[in-house]
């Protein structure tokens, strides 16, 4: 299995920009805890979002980098259990041919995928993994010369 370290999509020709095109359900955690989603362990604290995707997948995201990324969708308001979409910033994401894992920021959970899947770079040292089947259904490539 292929561990990846030191991972710096920016320097990887083969790395592309992606917006994410779908509308997710949120819960905030009340309390401390983990899932699992499909790509591994998942922690939270309160305040975190609790996400499930258009796809039924389910993560968590810390709620700081969840303000930065997801905005409410009417008639849900900022702050509050309902759905929100992607802020439409681009992410550099590369499909790795093998099966891998790669550390995530937050919590330092080990997130690992199988040959096909693709690795995300929100900024620099935070990571994720989406899998084949999600990526297809809710990224879309962002054209040369556009953000």
Request: with cysteine.
């Amino acid at each position: 299995m292929l561990h990846l370290e030191q991972i710096d999509l920016r320097q990887d020709p083969a790395a592309a920009r992606y917006l994410k095109t779908e509308v997710v359900q949120v819960a905030f955690a009340q309390a401390p805890g983990e899932l699992i989603s499909l790509e591994g362990p998942n922690r939270y604290q309160v305040g975190d979002a609790i996400i499930t995707g258009c796809t039924g997948d389910r993560w968590s995201v810390d709620r700081h980098r969840f303000d930065a990324k997801y905005q409410s969708v009417a008639p849900t308001v900022d702050s509050q259990d309902g759905a929100y979409k992607a802020k439409p910033v681009p992410v550099l994401a590369k499909q790795i041919n093998e099966a891998f894992t790669a550390a995530r920021s937050a919590g330092r959970d080990v997130l690992r995928g199988e040959a096909g899947d693709w690795l995300m770079q929100y900024g620099p040292g935070d990571f994720g993994v989406c899998c084949k089947r999600r990526f297809e259904q809710v990224y879309k490539k962002v054209e040369s010369g556009v953000d």
